[in-house]
């Protein structure tokens, strides 16, 4: 008798049920970790102190985490998901334990650097493994609650943590995490079942690809970390960064083409669906995080909210993305085609942003809510399209490796969005300014370093001027993020779809299951 095509095919319901839950409670977590420690922050330096590292608490844990995740995907493939994501798992619980036992800055930031790799590796292993476990509609079905796992611990992290720090210590932020990772341990390491494909063990691992992608990739995100805010884009330490790194990458590419198990598998971009699906994943987090960075600063540098009620100015932006991707993944599970969700989804955003840019203090109230909500629908319908444009143009074998992809891309999309959209703002910040002030006034460019602060202290004659060029500025990103959108709208229309009931064959896999 065949072996079933998907996992789910011989799962019964309770262990597929209970496996969907403790995979769902992973994303939770990996999410909610890098909500949940901000508003710790403070009190973190004031206990541990080493207000220069500050950063590094946050740093630590995007460098690793995204440098492991195309090797938790290849090793997923290699070696099983199973283990890789009890592995990760672990690693995740251990070091989670360990940062709340921390008793210096190092430490706390070398620690935060190991739960990143569990981190990294769960996330990518668990998208992999949906790739697996569920059809193609059944997958388009359930991104709406990914969705809303996510929107959940962007809400609620700050939230708790926030209660956590105040009420116990920072050292909590840490600790509640425990029990919740624990019984999604529990959970996997009964229910779900070992799968392995092909012979690739017999393959010498690509040791070259692990070290060069590793080190390539965090020394490129060091510098785009650094750039426009540590240390100008031209000092010599950004610059090194930079080029040392793409340095790296290039030869990690050479080592890939010659590798008998590449770690990326530099045919996957011969194949176009792959290739325009990881450009429009780098355009939809590059939108999604300068919505996520600048919005809250444009309801509180340009319309004077408070930092309490600029984070209610995101819910119209929250609920129509969870609304938008449940009615998307719904209706692709349906006719089983993503496409035209896509290029909607894109042409949506690039509207949104249009329209932001032209915002300013003098605008109708509703423009922006109904700007949030337009940005919302498109970028939440973006969503499910991504993750299964790369499944169903992959073979099971190397779904781990694709689906790892698809999160890097994101990663790098996140950390490239942040770093260039806010270069911009601090260069057109100042000749912003400037251009607003009566004639006669000047101000020094090391006093427009902060404009919330300069916005709270300044004399009232200025202040006008600040919010002007605040809002100018942000025209200039909010414009930019517009071609961004533009830029996925464009390969969204030249996407070569598969019909998801028509994806490759895949090879059976080998599995054990229980039935419930």
Same mark, same amino acid.
């Given at each position: 008798?065949?072996?079933?095509?998907?996992?789910?095919?011989?799962?019964?319901?309770?262990?597929?049920?209970?496996?969907?839950?403790?995979?769902?409670?992973?994303?939770?977590?990996?999410?909610?970790?890098?909500?949940?420690?901000?508003?710790?922050?403070?009190?973190?330096?004031?206990?541990?102190?080493?207000?220069?590292?500050?950063?590094?608490?946050?740093?630590?844990?995007?460098?690793?985490?995204?440098?492991?995740?195309?090797?938790?995907?290849?090793?997923?493939?290699?070696?099983?998901?199973? #283990?890789?994501?009890? $592995? &990760? @798992?672990?690693?995740?619980? *251990?070091?989670?334990? /360990?940062?709340? +036992?921390?008793? !210096?800055?190092?430490?706390?930031?070398?620690?935060?650097?190991?739960?990143?790799?569990?981190?990294?590796?769960?996330?990518?292993?668990?998208?992999?493994?949906?790739?697996?476990?569920?059809?193609?509609?059944?997958?388009?079905?359930?991104?709406?609650?990914?969705?809303?796992?996510?929107?959940?611990?962007?809400?609620?992290?700050?939230?708790?943590?926030?209660?956590?720090?105040?009420?116990?210590?920072?050292?909590?932020?840490?600790?509640?995490?425990?029990?919740?990772?624990?019984?999604?341990?529990?959970?996997?390491?009964?229910?779900?079942?070992?799968?392995?494909?092909?012979?690739?063990?017999?393959? #010498?691992?690509?040791? $070259? &690809? @692990?070290?060069?992608?590793? *080190?390539?990739?965090? /020394?490129?995100? +060091?510098?785009? !970390?650094?750039?426009?805010?540590?240390?100008?884009?031209?000092?010599?330490?950004?610059?090194?960064?930079?080029?040392?790194?793409?340095?790296?990458?290039?030869?990690?590419?050479?080592?890939?083409?010659?590798?008998?198990?590449?770690l990326l598998p530099l045919s996957l971009f011969r194949n176009s669906v792959v290739a325009i699906s990881s450009t429009n994943s780098l355009?939809?987090?590059?939108?999604?995080?300068?919505?996520?960075?600048?919005?809250?600063?444009?309801?509180?540098?340009?319309?004077?909210?408070?930092?309490?009620?600029?984070?209610?100015?995101?819910l119209p932006l929250l609920a129509s993305m969870l609304v938008s991707n449940l009615a998307a993944g719904m209706l692709i599970a349906h006719?089983?085609?993503?496409?035209?969700?896509?290029?909607?989804?894109?042409?949506?955003?690039?509207?949104?942003?249009?329209?932001?840019?032209?915002?300013?203090?003098?605008?109708?109230?509703?423009?922006?809510?109904?700007?949030?909500?337009?940005?919302?629908?498109?970028?939440?319908?973006?969503?499910?399209?991504?993750?299964?444009?790369?499944?169903?143009?992959?073979?099971?074998?190397?779904?781990?490796?694709?689906?790892?992809?698809?999160?890097?891309?994101?990663?790098?999309?996140?950390?490239?969005?942040?770093?260039?959209?806010?270069?911009?703002?601090?260069?057109?910040?100042?000749?912003?300014?400037?251009?607003?002030?009566?004639?006669?006034?000047?101000?020094?460019?090391?006093?427009?370093?902060?404009?919330?602060?300069?916005?709270?202290?300044?004399?009232?004659?200025?202040?006008s001027a600040m919010h002007a060029g605040l809002s100018g500025a942000l025209h200039w990103v909010f414009a930019a993020a517009a071609l961004?959108?533009?830029?996925?709208?464009?390969?969204?229309?030249?996407?070569?779809?598969?019909?998801?009931?028509?994806?490759?064959?895949?090879?059976?896999?080998?599995?054990?299951?229980?039935?419930?």
């Open positions: 008798m065949a072996a079933p095509r998907y996992l789910s095919d011989e799962m019964g319901r309770r262990q597929l049920l209970l496996t969907l839950g403790a995979l769902l409670l992973c994303i939770f977590l990996a999410a909610l970790d890098s909500s949940i420690v901000a508003n710790a922050l403070p009190r973190v330096i004031a206990e541990l102190h080493g207000f220069e590292l500050y950063a590094w608490v946050t740093t630590g844990y995007l460098l690793s985490s995204t440098a492991v995740t195309p090797i938790g995907g290849k090793l997923g493939d290699r070696y099983g998901r199973k #283990p890789m994501l009890i $592995g &990760g @798992v672990s690693v995740f619980l *251990a070091a989670t334990l /360990l940062c709340g +036992l921390a008793q !210096s800055m190092p430490q706390l930031i070398a620690l935060r650097a190991l739960q990143g790799i569990g981190g990294g590796v769960l996330t990518s292993t668990t998208f992999a493994i949906m790739g697996q476990l569920l059809k193609p509609a059944d997958r388009a079905r359930i991104s709406g609650l990914i969705t809303a796992v996510f929107s959940l611990a962007s809400v609620v992290g700050p939230v708790v943590g926030g209660y956590l720090t105040d009420v116990f210590s920072w050292r909590a932020v840490f600790y509640v995490n425990l029990p919740i990772v624990l019984a999604a341990l529990l959970v996997l390491w009964r229910y779900f079942p070992p799968v392995q494909y092909g012979n690739s063990r017999a393959r #010498p691992i690509d040791y $070259g &690809g @692990v070290v060069t992608s590793m *080190a390539g990739i965090v /020394l490129v995100l +060091l510098g785009l !970390s650094w750039g426009g805010r540590e240390y100008a884009w031209d000092s010599p330490l950004v610059v090194g960064s930079l080029t040392a790194g793409v340095a790296l990458l290039a030869l990690f590419l050479w080592l890939e083409g010659r590798a008998a198990d590449p355009a939809q987090s590059m939108v999604q995080i300068s919505l996520a960075l600048f919005v809250p600063l444009y309801a509180q540098g340009v319309l004077g909210t408070s930092a309490t009620f600029s984070g209610t100015i995101m006719i089983g085609r993503y496409k035209g969700f896509a290029i909607l989804g894109f042409s949506l955003a690039t509207s949104g942003f249009v329209v932001m840019s032209r915002l300013d203090a003098a605008s109708p109230p509703p423009v922006l809510p109904v700007s949030l909500i337009v940005l919302g629908a498109g970028t939440g319908m973006i969503f499910p399209t991504l993750t299964l444009s790369y499944q169903s143009a992959v073979s099971f074998g190397e779904l781990g490796v694709a689906t790892a992809l698809n999160q890097f891309c994101r990663s790098i999309g996140s950390t490239l969005g942040a770093a260039l959209f806010g270069s911009l703002l601090i260069l057109r910040f100042t000749p912003e300014v400037q251009a607003a002030l009566p004639v006669g006034i000047s101000l020094d460019v090391e006093t427009l370093r902060d404009p919330l602060a300069l916005l709270e202290s300044s004399p009232d004659v200025l202040q961004v959108s533009l830029t996925g709208l464009l390969g969204s229309v030249l996407w070569r779809e598969i019909p998801m009931r028509q994806a490759p064959a895949r090879p059976a896999p080998s599995f054990s299951a229980v039935r419930e």
